[in-house]
Nanobody
Framework: QVQLVESGGGLVQPGGSLRLSCAASGFTFSSYGMGWFRQAPGKEREFVAGISWGATDYADSVKGRFTISRDNAKNTVYLQMNSLKPEDTAVYYC????????????????WGQGTHVTVSS
């Protein structure tokens, strides 16, 4: 069955960096669009970054600070997060979609369990 497992979250000071990883299994990874989303307490889940066929897409709030990448040989998608801010604190989820280039959560049929990122001094 489809499985997405995130890792790499934690506590980091403002201005610091983290790299999230999402290991995928149970589907043809290279054929899917992959996305990172986040959900802060009391807020709706929001799109962070997406990648499909080498094309990348970023929310305005993270553009220039975050980088999404994928390694199809390892069935893994990454999110490199630099210059982290307190407002980046959230649970981060990776997700897979057959609709390439989508930002909409309902278009993503498979989700990981999430990894917590806390940015605080």
């Amino acid at each position: 069955q489809v499985q997405l497992v995130e890792s790499g979250g934690g506590l980091v000071q403002p201005g610091g960096s983290l790299r999230l990883s999402c290991a995928a299994s149970g589907f043809t990874f290279s054929s899917y669009g992959m996305g990172w989303f986040r959900q802060a307490p009391g807020k709706e889940r929001e799109f962070v970054a997406g990648i499909s066929w080498g094309a990348t897409d970023y929310a305005d709030s993270v553009k220039g600070r975050f980088t999404i990448s994928r390694d199809n040989a390892k069935n893994t998608v990454y999110l490199q997060m630099n210059s982290l801010k307190p407002e980046d604190t959230a649970v981060y989820y990776c997700a897979a979609s057959t609709l390439l280039g989508s930002r909409s959560p309902p278009d993503f049929g498979s989700w990981g369990q999430g990894t917590h990122v806390t940015v605080s001094s």
